[in-house]
Nanobody
C-alpha cells in the first residue's frame, strides 16, 4: 500500500492558522477521506471528513473554523484551520475509507498516516 504522508503541522499562537496537507496517491478519488486528531491522554476523534462525492462533515468544534478539501489531480487532501485555540493541539492524522459515504468513526478508516503535530499556545 502507498502510505499517506501528512505535513503542515507546527506551533502557532491562539488565533493563528495552519494548513495541513496529506499526500495520498490513489485515495483522493473514489474513497472517502478524513482528518482525525488525538491529544495526549484522549481518544482519537474525528475532525472533518469528505466522501467520494465531495460531501463534507465536520465535528462540532471544527465547524466555521476548519475546512477540508482535496485536489484529486494532485492526490492531496487538505485541512485549513483558522482561529486555532490551545484545545486544538494534538497529533493530526490523515486517513481513508473505501466507503462511499464518510463517517466520523475511526475504526472504519484504513490506512492512516503517521500524523503531524499541531501545537497552539495561548
Amino acid at each position: 500500500r502507498v502510505p499517506l504522508v501528512e505535513s503542515g503541522g507546527g506551533s502557532v499562537q491562539a488565533g493563528g492558522s495552519l494548513r495541513l496537507s496529506c499526500l495520498a496517491p490513489g485515495y483522493t478519488y473514489n474513497w472517502s477521506m478524513g482528518w482525525f486528531r488525538q491529544a495526549p491522554g484522549k481518544e482519537r476523534e474525528g475532525v472533518a471528513v469528505v466522501d467520494s462525492d465531495g460531501r463534507t462533515k465536520y465535528a462540532d468544534f471544527a465547524g466555521g473554523r476548519f475546512t477540508i478539501s482535496r485536489d484529486i489531480p494532485k492526490d492531496t487532501l487538505f485541512l485549513q484551520m483558522d482561529n486555532l485555540t490551545p484545545e486544538d493541539s494534538g497529533m493530526y492524522y490523515c486517513t481513508a475509507d473505501q466507503a462511499l459515504v464518510a463517517t466520523m468513526v475511526p475504526t472504519f478508516f484504513d490506512p492512516w498516516g503517521q500524523g503531524t503535530q499541531v501545537t497552539v499556545s495561548s
